[in-house]
């Protein structure tokens, strides 16, 4: 299910703006701007430890030398291990502005008043080894899934010892192990380590989602 796309409600630039939907039905679509911003989603969505995903959560104020600068995180993730405001930016720009225009320390300290962490993104952490396509394929999946299907593989899989190989899972799934393999991963009711090429022997573990 290729974006929809609509204008942008932040930065006016020449970036690819659009929705992108969740795999969860009922989330809302994540607006994204920027190829970088729509790839980093579209990991967010289907990532194990990550719960919920809001693009352009709030607009922090920060008093910086005397002056209130304003600053808007690109996404905050509420995640297994507690919530993480993000921001995504090209290596070539955060090299001009590493301290993000002398706000860095103002934002850290205002992410740590909130009970949140604070990290930088960059092609490099989107596109390390093979997790922007995994996460993509099994986003892709996610969207194409039939719910029955998806509801007699979970039952299946109350047999099932975790960790377990797709070679074990795939002997229930029949010839649509892969696709209906990463339908149930992108759905977090299956998880695995996404950076790591998919094969049969890639390890999988139950996701955070109850079936």
Same mark, same amino acid.
């Given at each position: 299910?290729?974006?929809?796309?609509?204008?942008?409600?932040?930065?006016?630039?020449?970036?690819?703006?659009?929705?992108?939907?969740?795999?969860?039905?009922?989330?809302?679509?994540? $607006?994204?701007?920027?190829?970088?911003?729509?790839?980093?989603?579209?990991?967010?969505?289907? $990532?194990?430890?990550?719960?919920?995903?809001?693009?352009?959560?709030?607009?922090?104020?920060?008093?910086?030398?005397?002056?209130?600068?304003?600053?808007?995180?690109?996404?905050?993730?509420?995640?297994?291990?507690?919530?993480?405001?993000?921001?995504? %930016?090209?290596?070539? %720009?955060?090299?001009?502005?590493?301290?993000?225009?002398? %706000?860095?320390?103002?934002?850290?300290?205002?992410?740590?008043?909130?009970?949140?962490?604070?990290?930088?993104?960059?092609?490099?952490?989107?596109?390390?080894?093979?997790?922007?396509?995994?996460?993509? $394929?099994?986003?892709?999946?996610?969207?194409?899934?039939?719910?029955?299907?998806?509801?007699?593989?979970?039952?299946?899989?109350?047999?099932?010892?975790?960790?377990?190989?797709?070679?074990?899972?795939?002997?229930?799934?029949?010839?649509?192990?892969?696709?209906?393999?990463?339908?149930?991963?992108?759905?977090?009711?299956?998880?695995?380590?996404?950076? %790591?090429?998919?094969?049969?022997?890639?390890?999988?573990?139950?996701?955070?989602?109850?079936?």
């Amino acid at each position: 299910m290729p974006p929809v796309r609509r204008p942008a409600k932040r930065r006016a630039s020449s970036c690819t703006t659009g929705v992108l939907p969740l795999v969860d039905n009922d989330a809302d679509p994540l $607006a994204f701007e920027g190829r970088l911003d729509l790839d980093f989603q579209r990991i967010m969505a289907v $990532a194990p430890h990550v719960q919920r995903y809001v693009e352009q959560p709030e607009t922090f104020r920060l008093l910086i030398e005397g002056r209130v600068r304003r600053y808007t995180p690109d996404g905050l993730a509420y995640t297994s291990f507690g919530r993480l405001y993000f921001e995504v %930016k090209p290596e070539r %720009k955060l090299a001009r502005s590493p301290d993000l225009d002398g %706000k860095l320390a103002s934002i850290v300290e205002e992410c740590a008043r909130r009970g949140a962490g604070f990290s930088i993104v960059t092609e490099s952490d989107i596109r390390v080894g093979n997790l922007l396509s995994n996460s993509t $394929a099994v986003w892709s999946a996610a969207q194409d899934s039939d719910p029955h299907e998806v509801q007699r593989a979970c039952r299946l899989l109350r047999s099932v010892a975790f960790p377990a190989t797709m070679r074990d899972i795939g002997l229930m799934f029949g010839p649509r192990r892969w696709s209906l393999a990463k339908a149930l991963i992108g759905l977090r009711y299956l998880a695995t380590d996404l950076s %790591k090429p998919f094969s049969d022997d890639t390890v999988i573990t139950r996701g955070g989602r109850d079936w």
